[in-house]
């Protein structure tokens, strides 16, 4: 129980003098998961809004996929884009492999189904009269998205936290598809991975402060967006 305490007080301390190390891997690990989620966000919330109020064929597959989508291990995830962005990729003439691009594409990839489907679900747990009374007035699905986002907004925003926290936690894909490279695409996951490897827990454990403190953040957005 020293030994932690110890430990503890170092991290504390770590933080509040504010090292520069810490603060630039705090910075770039909330850089790479906005950027993430805001992408995630402009694909997901339409593509979600349309699939709950489109009618077509292979829906229900569809919906099956994105449900296998949001359980897939992120190292799978990690792994499928590895394979396409490497040198002997499909896209490996671009060189985004080992690149912040990289990392931010993998969480995109990551939350873009948990977005889509909390996106659907909103739709489907609104009142049912709004996307009858929109249909009788002779709105087109793209007529209808902007009144569902009006209606739905609460909702939306809660999925878009929910994914940003899911993005500021990854560590699989990141640490595939970024390689940990310090300055670059070194999160606070995969650097508190590394230095706890090493044997410098104290600054691992200080990573993990932080990244609890944003955890606790998004929670308390998401707490206070639920009972509004």
Do not use: W
């Amino acid at each position: 129980m020293g030994y932690f305490s110890d430990a503890l007080l170092t991290a504390v301390q770590l933080l509040a003098q504010l090292e520069t190390e810490i603060y630039s891997i705090i910075g770039l690990s909330l850089r790479i998961s906005l950027i993430a989620t805001l992408g995630a966000s402009l694909l997901g919330i339409p593509l979600g809004l349309l699939m709950a109020i489109q009618e077509f064929f292979g829906k229900k597959m569809l919906l099956q996929l994105l449900n296998t989508l949001m359980a897939m291990p992120t190292v799978m995830i990690g792994l499928i884009l590895y394979g396409l962005l490497s040198r002997q990729g499909i896209f490996g003439e671009y060189g985004l492999l080992y690149t912040e691009s990289a990392v931010i594409l993998g969480e995109m990839c990551l939350i873009l189904p948990i977005i889509m489907n909390m996106t659907l679900t909103a739709v489907l747990s609104a009142d049912p009269r709004l996307l009858s009374t929109l249909k009788s007035l002779g709105a087109t699905p793209m007529q209808q998205l902007k009144p569902l986002v009006q209606e739905l907004h609460i909702a939306l925003f809660a999925a878009v936290v929910t994914g940003f926290g899911r993005a500021i936690g990854e560590v699989g894909a990141a640490m595939m598809l970024g390689g940990n490279i310090q300055g670059s695409t070194r999160t606070l996951t995969t650097a508190i991975a590394l230095e706890t490897s090493k044997g410098s827990f104290e600054l691992g454990l200080a990573l993990g402060l932080a990244l609890l403190v944003i955890a606790f953040v998004v929670n308390f957005l998401l707490q206070k967006i639920r009972f509004r």
